[in-house]
């Protein structure tokens, strides 16, 4: 399975963006669906996951309620949805696809990545 991600730029706080993971490869539709984001001089965090069927969300607690995974199947794109956000928010955010697992949290849970796509959250 190969991801391409895309979407990032710069942003104020308070404003919001829309991430996009374009999948392709061998049944990318039957992965569950994450995201991730590192700051400079910080380890890679957990942000939100989507079911491979489609039935279920996760988050982490400092994104909930604010950024919501989805995705269009017919496009096999995985969508990251960033609402208020905060300048805690910056950092490049990596899309990647777990085979198995539920939620799939950790990155060692995951099976491909996509590249990073940067978003700056100015204050």
């Known amino acids: 399975v190969q991801l391409q991600a895309s979407g990032g730029g710069l942003v104020q706080a308070g404003g919001s963006l829309r991430l996009s993971c374009a999948a392709s490869?061998?049944?990318?539709?039957?992965?569950?669906m994450g995201w991730f984001r590192q700051a400079p001089g910080k380890e890679r965090e957990y942000v939100g996951v989507?079911?491979?069927?489609?039935?279920?969300?996760d988050y982490a607690d400092a994104v909930k309620g604010r950024f919501a995974v989805s995705r269009d199947l017919a496009k096999n794109t995985v969508y990251l949805q960033m609402n208020s956000l905060k300048p805690e928010d910056t950092g490049v955010y990596y899309c990647?696809?777990?085979?198995?697992?539920?939620?799939?949290?950790?990155?060692?849970?995951?099976?491909?990545w996509g590249q990073g796509t940067q978003v700056t959250v100015s204050p």
């Open positions: 990647a696809a777990a085979r198995t697992g539920w939620p799939p949290r950790k990155p060692y849970d995951y099976d491909y």
């Open positions: 989507l079911r491979w069927n489609g039935g279920n969300t």
């Open positions: 490869g061998r049944n990318p539709g039957f992965y569950n």
